[in-house]
């Protein structure tokens, strides 16, 4: 049996913080506000997968009014999504995601951005697919205001 789900997010680039982009950090002069570390990607990808097995999304899980949560590190977040998926009996297909970011260029990071998801999902690199786009300097994310991300993930019962 097959399960799909999709994943959007949008966090605001500000100056004074990492921006940490599926786990990986990326050297720029703006970094991603939240209350946790801000992971754009890993939170789509975590809700991507809740959505996969209709567990709801990760405000439901982690709160933001939690101060356990306040810079929480969203590979964590995503660990424990990843085994909630497991517990109910899945596996990951494949997952593919969209970053959307005028700046900076991800494609140097893509890379290392697929190893460590493929590590958190329990998975081949190989199904692990990361594009970016810029929105040709339109809208908050052209304006380079804010990243947002797309991710859908396909699971399969563990057999
Ligand atoms: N932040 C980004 C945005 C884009 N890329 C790469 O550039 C290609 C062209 O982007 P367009 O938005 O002009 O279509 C895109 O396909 C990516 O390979 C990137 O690395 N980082
Ligand atoms: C991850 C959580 C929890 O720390 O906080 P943020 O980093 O603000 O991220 P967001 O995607 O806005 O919502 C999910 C939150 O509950």
């Known amino acids: 049996m097959f399960r799909i789900g999709q994943g959007f997010d949008v966090h605001q680039l500000v100056e004074g913080r990492p921006l940490i982009m599926g ?6 002069e703006l970094g991603l506000l939240g209350h946790s570390d801000a992971d754009v ?9 809740l959505g996969a097995i209709g567990e709801g999304d990760i405000g439901k899980h982690f709160p933001d009014t939690d101060p356990d949560f306040k810079d929480a ?4 977040l995503m660990q424990h999504v990843w085994q909630l998926v497991k517990e109910k009996g ?20 893509i890379p290392a951005i697929r190893e460590r998801i493929a590590e958190l999902l329990e998975s081949e690199v190989e199904n692990i697919n ?3 786009t810029t929105t040709e300097k ?6 380079g205001e804010g ?12 057999a």
């Open 130 to 132: 990361v594009k970016a």
């Open 138 to 143: 339109l809208g908050f994310t052209g304006r």
């Open 23 to 28: 786990g990986v950090t990326i050297p720029y």
């Open 41 to 49: 990607l890993l939170h789509t990808v975590s809700d991507a997968c």
């Open 90 to 109: 899945y596996e990951l297909v494949n997952a593919d995601c969209t970053i959307i970011a005028q700046k900076p260029k991800m494609a140097p990071y």
């Open 73 to 76: 590190d969203s590979a964590k």
């Open 147 to 158: 990243i947002a991300a797309q991710v859908v993930v396909l699971l399969k019962k563990s």
